[in-house]
């Protein structure tokens, strides 16, 4: 297992972290413990949940598999989507955020959170009540680290701004979806992220699973694949199936043949090394798939294949970005 520093925390995460969507909705108790277990046994210690992934079931399951070992553990979960039908029940607001932090230590069977996420900006709370919230619960033991999931650069910007104002704790992360599918966080999240010197921790490194090699061109999703199971996850398969996205597929495909790797382990590979990513999010329904995931670690493209890659993937920035990057070039 490859390990890097989470941010300017001095701790130390695993370059893959397992993400625990799946635990307790595609996949049972038993095997989401087989999965863990696993992990933990290669040496994997980072573990990303949230208060939502199936209502609470994957916090509940996530704390049992922990049990026994959870000193070797980075735990990770979120607040702010909605969790029952009483009119408060979402957000970010101090009322909420107390309610939901309770909520998580009890589900996940610890009394302290290593790094709890806000798990999406919330347009109706002040900021500065957010922030203090979570400056109350890591001084008071229940939080460790804080971070940011789903934000623009601004309000990244502005949340680090609030705390060096306030005198209050940091954030030490950010999640944000990125893939070679999807890089749009390349044009403020990124650079933000790099900026204030956080952990940038990607979730859907895959797209979802389209960069596995599972799919094909013309062809509609398997029934039984993650983009032709749901509509949530139909309405994924609409925006990734572009002629663009078959060229990325494709380069990946033909890397992946070369090194004698799979898809995914070169997507990852090359996610792995951009600028200021620590750790993308794997997901895994079976152990055979989590150590596959793994096979993305411990060797590196080379500059040409990356630069293939980065090259098959290029998106436009628009303005005021394009504008920036031209300018920059008589530096």
């Known amino acids: 297992m490859e390990y890097r520093y989470l941010g300017r925390t001095g701790v130390k995460v695993s370059a893959l972290c397992l993400g625990c969507l799946t635990v307790g909705r595609e996949i049972d108790e038993a095997t989401s413990q087989r999965v863990i277990g696993r992990y933990v046994e290669l040496g994997g210690n980072f573990l990303d949940t949230a208060n939502i992934y199936s209502q609470g079931r994957s916090e509940e399951i996530v704390g049992r598999a922990t049990q026994g070992r959870r000193d070797e553990i980075i735990l990770a979960t979120k607040v702010r989507h909605r969790m029952g039908e009483a009119v408060n029940e979402v957000g970010l607001s101090r009322k909420h955020i107390m309610h939901e932090v309770e909520g998580s230590l009890r589900r996940l069977r ?112 398997p029934p039984n694949a993650r983009l032709g199971r749901s509509p949530t996850w139909q309405d994924a398969w609409q925006r990734w199936d572009k002629e663009r996205n078959w060229q990325i597929v494709e380069a990946v495909g033909e890397i992946a043949r070369a090194r004698a790797r799979t898809h995914a382990q070169v997507a990852l590979n090359w996610l792995l090394w951009r600028a200021g990513v620590t750790a993308p999010i794997i997901g895994a329904t079976s152990v055979e798939q989590l150590q596959e995931s793994l096979g993305a670690l411990g060797w590196k493209l080379t500059p040409e294949e990356a630069a293939r890659l980065e090259d098959v993937s290029s998106f436009e920035l628009g303005y005021p970005y394009d504008f920036i990057h031209t300018a920059h070039q008589d530096r």
């Open 110 to 221: 610890t009394d302290y959170i290593d790094l709890y996420y806000l798990h999406c900006w919330d347009d109706v709370t002040d900021p500065e009540q957010t922030l203090c919230t979570l400056d109350d619960l890591i001084h008071a033991g229940k939080v460790r680290y804080w971070g940011i999931s789903n934000f623009t650069g601004w309000q990244i910007a502005l949340a680090v701004a609030i705390c060096e104002r306030q005198g209050l704790v940091r954030p030490v992360a950010v999640q944000p979806q990125y893939s070679l599918i999807l890089r749009d966080i390349e044009r403020e999240v990124l650079p933000a992220a790099v900026a204030f010197g956080l952990a940038v921790v990607p979730w859907s490194p895959l797209a979802r699973g389209f960069l596995s090699g599972k799919y094909r061109r013309g062809e509609p999703p």
